[in-house]
């Protein structure tokens, strides 16, 4: 990219050896960024995937199968589904699914459980509580 981004929420393609990055933005849509994990140089250079309508990004997790995409804000979570090959640049156009998630003074982690079935959803700091949160069917 043109300029530096504050990038909190990070999601992993599984078998893509990528990672996907949400810039976190105070107001506005976040740009979306896809980056390789492959070995070679050490500096990557992020490719832009396009931006979704969500500020203050602050968690990323994909689903084991790499079909969601989950991104955690303070207040709620967005959930974006894509087809079998159907590129994220495509997917991330429509619009998400939203899911409340319970009130966190710092909600900084959220991530899939390894069946899908639930969000895990957490503050930052000593003494937090883990929520899990379930969702739809994937």
Same mark, same amino acid.
């Given at each position: 990219?043109?300029?530096?981004?504050?990038?909190?929420?990070?999601?992993?393609?599984?078998?893509?050896?990528?990672?996907?990055?949400?810039?976190?933005?105070?107001?506005?849509?976040?740009?979306?960024?896809?980056?390789?994990?492959?070995?070679?140089?050490?500096?990557?250079?992020?490719?832009?995937?396009?931006?979704?309508?969500?500020? &203050? !990004? *602050? @968690?990323?997790?994909? /689903?084991?199968?790499?079909?969601? +995409?989950? %991104?955690?804000?303070? =207040?709620?979570?967005?959930?974006?589904?894509?087809?079998?090959?159907?590129? &994220? !640049? *495509? @997917?991330?156009?429509? /619009?998400?699914?939203?899911?409340? +998630?319970? %009130?966190?003074?710092? =909600?900084?982690?959220?991530?899939?459980?390894?069946?899908?079935?639930?969000?895990? !959803?957490?503050?930052?700091?000593?003494?937090?509580?883990?929520?899990?949160?379930?969702?739809?069917?994937?």
């Amino acid at each position: 990219p043109a300029k530096t981004h504050d990038c909190e929420a990070l999601a992993v393609e599984p078998d893509a050896n990528r990672a996907l990055l949400v810039a976190k933005t105070w107001w506005g849509s976040a740009p979306v960024f896809s980056v390789s994990l492959s070995a070679g140089s050490r500096v990557r250079v992020a490719e832009p995937l396009g931006s979704i309508p969500v500020s &203050w !990004a *602050t @968690a990323g997790s994909m /689903s084991v199968d790499g079909r969601r +995409l989950l %991104v955690g804000t303070y =207040g709620a979570a967005y959930l974006y589904r894509r087809g079998v090959g159907e590129p &994220w !640049a *495509t @997917a991330l156009r429509r /619009s998400p699914e939203r899911i409340e +998630l319970p %009130v966190r003074p710092q =909600g900084e982690g959220a991530a899939f459980s390894t069946d899908g079935r639930f969000i895990f !959803a957490c503050s930052e700091g000593a003494h937090t509580v883990l929520w899990r949160v379930p969702i739809a069917a994937p």
